[in-house]
C-alpha cells in the first residue's frame, strides 16, 4: 500500500494546497493512503472507487470527499474529465484561523453519511469551475492569489455542505459549537484507544451527561453512538486491509481481549470479526 504525503514546496515556496486535471492525474499505486484531504470532481468517468471499506460507483456529474488516513483503491476506477483539489488541514487552519474548521462539514467527518454527492448538471458545473479556477490560480500564484483562495474554498465548502445537507437529510449548518468540534478532532485522533463517553468528557472538561446532551442536540445522537460507528469505520478498515490477525487487531484498537472485540463487531455489523472480514474481501 502506498502512502502518500502532500509536497509542501512544489511550487518553490510553501503551499498548503494544489489542485490537478486528468491529465496530470497520476495514480502511483492501486491501493494508497494519503495524509491530506482531497475533493475530487469527476465530470465523467465510471468504474468502481474503494475508500477503506465502501465500494463507491462512479457516475457522471458526482463529488467525491476524501479525508487523510483513508484506504483508496483505486485499480477499477477511470477518471476521464475531473478536477481534484489537495489540501492538508493546516491549510484551513491557517486560512480561517481556526484549528478546527475542518471537522465543521458532515462530508468529511460523519462516518454514517456516505463519502459523495452526486448533483444536478448545472449546480455540478458551477462547483468544477470553481474548482478548475482553483487550479488556474495555484499556477499563476499573484500576491492577491492567497485571498483569491481563501475566498474561493470558503464558498465552495459551504455551498457544498449545503447540496450534500440536501441530499442526506442533514441541517446544512456548519457545525459551530467549540466543544463538538473539540469532540471531533479527539475522536480523529484517539478512537483506537479510547471508546467511552467518560473519556472523551473528562478531556472535554465537561461532564457525561453535558456531553450527551449535546450530541443529541446537534447530531440527533448520543455521544456513545458517535464514538461506536466511528470505531467501527476504523475496525473496518483494519479487517479488510491490515495484515495483523484478529487478535491483533483486538490490542491494536486497545480492546482488553479478543472476546470482547468480537462481542463489539458483532453488536455492530451482525457479523463476527471472521465472518465480516470474509465478507469484506469480497469487495
Known sequence: MEKLSFQRTKYGKELLIDAC???????????????????????????????????IDFRDQMVLFIKPGQVNKVDKAHFERCHLMFFEGDFLDEFFNDKDFIFKFDFFHNPELPSYLHLPTGQFQAYYNLAREVRSEIRQQTPESPHILRSIIYYLLVRLNQAYAKAYG??????????????????ERDIKTQRTVAAYAERLHISRVQLNNLCQQHFAKTARQIIRERAIAEIKKALKYSTLSLSEVAYDFNFSAPSHFSRFVKQMTGYPPQDFKDHLSKW
Open 170 to 187: 442533514t441541517s446544512g449548518q456548519t457545525l459551530s459549537h467549540p466543544t463538538l468540534l473539540a469532540f471531533l478532532r479527539l475522536l
Open 21 to 55: 486535471d486528468e491529465s496530470e492525474l497520476e495514480l502511483v499505486a492501486d491501493t494508497m493512503v494519503t495524509n491530506f484531504y482531497i475533493l475530487l470532481f469527476l465530470e465523467k468517468g465510471n468504474g468502481q472507487y474503494l475508500l477503506d471499506a465502501t465500494p
